[in-house]
């Protein structure tokens, strides 16, 4: 029988996360949903847009929250209520045992991580820790406690580092250059071999960067955008940056969890490169959001910064989704300058709430 979430254990996590002061889970379907999704990493940009998809399709959504000093929530506070949020650490199986025992999962989605590239430089053994060990823990509780559920794995166009090719698809090699990237391959090939070997339905979903007005603020999209809401607000100067010249294909977030989702819908499990077949550098992001924000000038307010240096970089990335455009019906709409002003405008909006008039 399926164990029962006991109220006060997920209700004082909310209290905690989030300061809620209501009965445990208000709003949670009285009905079993047809189908239930696990999500490490509910709190980032992708896990929070993935939870709201998959409530809008009737999945029952769960999610692992770590426990922190002081709870980050703002990108699932408006999910309270709705999913619901269990203890657990990619660092600790027994708590993802649990969280899979109590869960049942048809599908789960490993999407925690330590994120940041920069930081995998100073924080190897953590990097590796989180990013790939805990996917292999992660593993290991699906092979004990949910042997028959999907896996989704969040591999990353990271793994290509100094690709060879102009447009990288899932038959190119790896050649990772940080500590985040080598993570990411040793996740990725122990999600290929725990399929090869024990027959679980895995998947890696290969994507290329994907940015939101809910990603993180040290990374460059966003501080970009942030930065250039500050200076149109006048509560900021300048905009610090490393490298201007590094090339990335940027999507919508939103659109790379609804490939997520479609990659664990086939019978068989395969992976998938996930991108929007683009590449634009760092300068021409600050540029298209100076322009979204009414400032010509641009170049006036860019810092270059060699603290933000790396000890190796990756020049160039640009992803080819041909496999997930014919095979999974998938294709990144949302385009270079929508997505920028999209950021920059809800920067401005947010920045505008807080600023001296
Ligand atoms: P993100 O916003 O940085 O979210 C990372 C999530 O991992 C957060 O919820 C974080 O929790 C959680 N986490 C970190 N350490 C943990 C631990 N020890 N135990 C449990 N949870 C932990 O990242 P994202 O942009 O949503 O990306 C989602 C995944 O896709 C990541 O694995 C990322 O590496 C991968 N990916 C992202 C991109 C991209 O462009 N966004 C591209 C390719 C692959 P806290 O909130 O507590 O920090």
């Known amino acids: 029988m399926r164990p029962q979430l006991g109220p006060s254990k997920a209700g004082s996590l909310e209290d905690k996360l989030l300061g809620f002061r209501g009965p445990a889970l208000p709003g949670m379907p009285s009905a079993p949903a047809e189908k239930r999704a696990l999500i490490t990493g509910i709190t980032g940009q992708d896990g929070s847009f993935l939870a709201e998809q998959l409530l809008a399709k009737g999945y029952e959504v769960y999610g692992i929250v770590r426990r922190l000093s002081t709870p980050n929530p703002q990108n699932i506070r408006h999910l309270l209520g709705t999913v619901h949020l269990l203890d ?36 190897p053994v953590v990097t590796g820790e989180v990013t790939g060990l805990g996917a292999l823990r992660l593993l290991e509780a699906m092979r004990s406690r949910a042997d028959k559920a999907r896996l989704y794995q969040a591999s990353s166009s990271e793994m290509f580092g100094q690709g060879v090719a102009e447009r990288l698809n899932e038959g190119n090699g790896f050649h990772p250059r940080s500590p985040y990237g080598v993570a990411k391959v040793f996740a990725y090939w122990a999600c290929v071999n725990y399929r090869e070997s024990y027959g679980l339905y895995i998947a890696n979903g290969i994507l290329f960067n994907h940015e939101s007005e809910r990603r993180g603020l040290e990374f460059v999209t966003r ?27 940027w999507g919508y977030a939103p659109e790379y969890t609804d490939l997520m989702w479609r990659i664990l819908q086939p019978t068989v499990a395969e992976d998938y490169v996930g ?7 760092v300068e021409e992001f600050a540029r298209e959001a100076f322009r979204a924000a009414g400032i010509d000038d641009w170049s006036r307010y860019i810092v270059t910064d060699r603290r933000f240096a790396r000890p190796a970089d990756v020049d160039h990335l640009c992803g080819d989704a041909t496999k997930a455009k014919e095979r999974l019906g998938w294709e990144a709409k949302v385009r270079f300058p929508e997505l920028v002003h999209r950021m920059v405008q809800a920067d401005l909006a947010r920045h505008a709430r807080t600023a001296p008039s």
């Open 88 to 123: 657990g650490d990619l660092h600790d199986q027994a708590s993802l045992e649990t969280a899979i025992r109590f869960s049942e999962p048809d599908e789960i989605y490993n999407l925690a991580a330590q994120s940041f590239v920069g930081v995998s430089f100073n924080q």
């Open 223 to 249: 501080k970009i955008s942030d930065g250039v809401a500050r200076i149109r607000h006048g509560l900021a100067s300048d905009l610090h940056l490393g490298s201007l010249t590094s090339q990335r294909d």
């Open 275 to 281: 991108a929007t077949g683009e590449t634009h550098s």
